[in-house]
């Protein structure tokens, strides 16, 4: 009992994420902010940033085991191609393979080897020799 009371305030991170990304995803296209000529830009890295955050909330969930960067990332990448299907039922919207592929993936992956780079520098500099 006493690890399930650690556990369960970990999970709050990630939920918080995830319930952030499926505000946004929620929202009818017209009622989304353009951008004007950064409008796709700023789009795809808010893409990139969600899921780096959502992906280092599901470390930080698994204790940042060493061994837990992969679930991470495969997490994020499960929670973006599942919210890319639930974003194809809002109107004006639709689900596309590139941003679970493209840019959720690029930015669970960048987020996640930045974090062990500045958590593990022994790896990160002994590979470098």
Not at 22 to 38: G, I, K, M, Q, T
């Amino acid at each position: 009992m006493k690890k399930l009371f650690s556990i369960v305030p970990r999970w709050f991170p990630a939920l918080l994420v995830m319930l952030v990304i499926f505000a946004f995803s929620s929202r009818p296209s017209e009622d989304l902010p353009h951008f004007f000529s950064w409008d796709y830009f700023i789009k795809k890295g808010a893409h990139a940033v969600g899921y780096g955050l959502l992906a280092l909330s599901y470390l930080h969930l698994f204790n940042r085991n060493k061994k837990q960067y992969w679930p991470a990332w495969l997490l994020a990448v499960l929670y973006s191609a599942t919210d890319e299907f639930h974003q194809s039922f809002v109107p004006g919207r639709h689900a596309a393979l590139t941003d679970v592929l493209i840019f959720d993936n690029l930015g669970a992956i960048i987020a996640l080897t930045a974090h062990y780079w500045a958590c593990h520098p022994e790896r990160s500099e002994g590979s470098r020799t």
